[in-house]
């Protein structure tokens, strides 16, 4: 008999929270395609939604019995709330997709340490897809178990996601001038292989991968040697989400979730999908 996940409770009444604000989120988009004339605290500007779904997932999560910490890409500072696991959120990602309706989602991980944490901290994680149906993929307990999201429910669609063995697609963020030579190296090898799926929702981009298998990057780039996403909040919950469905993640020399975290907010190249794909590109940067 297995022993019972300590975290089981607190990591389910998480889960609940995020399947019923979801519907609400995307409801709350109508209206609030606008900019907020604030920055992020990586220095990008804040969509009216991305300010509004922050606050409506902390007042939500907060208020969880056993929910010690909550932090988002969206706010400078931890928010200390009590005793037990610490949530870090993207609350939308994507969200300059919201000026041309393309889709977004929603990112979360659960650590049992104070941020920042590292992968080997994180209990669960997951995302919400605001695509045509509103999905939740959540990794946990070794396991990734597919959501259909209604207003009033929630379905289950496949109660163990795996990244297909022969991989279709690939996307790859940053412009071409800006990728170094040997990761531009590489892409010329992946392009003879795969089809170009890149929407600008890594979200979108990355349930491509999971759903198709493939190859998802966005790079260290010439401008940007620690590339754009940000790794308490995109890069560990991705990265545990892929390899627990069958794959892997890179920072371009180790798995995400080994990763040092130095800082809440700090940026990390991401790399993650079907396995051969992660090794090939580790070597071809080595
Ligand atoms: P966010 O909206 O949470 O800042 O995330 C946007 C990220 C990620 O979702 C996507 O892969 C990437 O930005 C797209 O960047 P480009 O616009 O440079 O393609
Ligand atoms: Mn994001
Ligand atoms: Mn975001």
Known sequence: MKAAEPHAEVVDEIVDAICRSAPEIRRGLVGRRGMVDEENP??????EA??????LLEDRLASIDGVGQYASEERPAVVDCGEGVAVAVDPLDGSSNLKSNNAMGTIFGVYDAELPAAGTDLVAAGYVLYGPITTLLVAYDDTVVEYELTSEDRGVVERDVSIPDDPVVYGFGGRVPDWPDDFADYVDEVEDELKLRYGGAMIADVNQIVTYGGIFAYPALESAPDGKLRLQFEGIP??????TAGG???DGTRSLLDVEPTELHQRVPLHVGSTEYVERLEAALD
């Open 42 to 47: 990586s220095g990008e500007a804040q969509a």
């Open 50 to 55: 991305d300010v509004w779904a922050d606050e």
């Open 238 to 243: 991705i990265g545990y989400v892929v390899e």
């Open 248 to 250: 892997a993640s890179s």
